[in-house]
């Protein structure tokens, strides 16, 4: 049982372009909301996260964009670059005094083209 | 520099043998975590461990099996009863508040020959 949805799998921007990536979760005990970005070979690395007491967050050129009543959250890269190319996980988390177990979607695969 | 580091970055198992991972951290985090990446599935929990001599499984936990003797150590075997072991092995820590991120190795790549 997945129980958060990411899409799309994979995703085609033009340098300058925004890219927007889609998350579903159905837990609504989670209260942890991370995006993860991930370069061929490495682990992932935090790259911006939200709580559900807030409806949007920017840090630099990404935005979470959060829905609570739709349990719905997004992640908007602004003026996408090529170095943005990578695989973009969502995750969730119910962390309250336990250790994040987080719970990611399957990922989308960002490529910025020239 | 204070980050959590995996060992070997590259690993090849003979079917029927068990293998044992690392993972080491230096950010004095309580908790820590072993996820198994596959291509289009995401990152799935194999085990985590929330205090030195104590770990729970997680939603993949079959034909594996982690140790948590101390605080800095987390290491994962896959035993041969892992009847697909071939992935990316990614380790993971993070305070016991679950109020801040987790940090991730930069994982072990597991393919059986």
């Known amino acids: 049982q997945q129980q958060v949805k990411q899409s799309p799998q994979s995703l085609i921007v033009q340098k300058g372009g925004i890219s927007i990536i889609n998350c579903a979760y159905e837990n609504t005990a989670f209260d942890y909301f991370p995006w993860y970005q991930q370069f061929p070979g490495k682990g992932p690395a935090l790259l911006i996260a939200?709580?559900?007491?807030?409806s949007e967050k920017k840090e630099g050129r990404f935005t979470i964009s959060f829905n609570k009543s739709a349990k719905q959250f997004s992640l908007h890269i602004m003026d996408s670059q090529p170095g943005d190319s990578a695989t973009y996980f969502c995750a969730a988390s119910i962390g309250t005094g336990t250790a994040s177990k987080l719970t990611f979607g399957t990922g989308t695969r960002l490529q910025v083209t020239l | 520099d204070g980050g959590i580091t995996q060992s070997p970055k590259y690993l090849f198992r003979k079917e029927g043998q068990n293998v044992t991972l690392s993972c080491e951290q230096n950010?004095?985090?309580?908790?820590m975590y072993w996820y198994r990446q596959d291509p289009g599935q995401g990152l799935r929990l194999i085990y985590y461990s929330q205090i030195v001599n104590d770990f729970q499984k997680g939603d993949i936990a079959e034909g594996y099996s982690v140790s948590r003797e101390k605080k800095e150590s987390f290491p994962l075997t896959v035993t041969s009863a892992q009847k697909n072991p071939t992935a990316f092995y990614l380790c993971?820590?993070?305070?016991?508040?679950?109020?801040?991120?987790?940090?991730f190795g930069q994982g072990t790549r597991l393919t059986v020959v």
């Open positions: 993971a820590s993070s305070s016991p508040q679950g109020r801040t991120e987790a940090f």
């Open positions: 950010l004095n985090h309580d908790a």
């Open positions: 939200i709580r559900p007491d807030v």
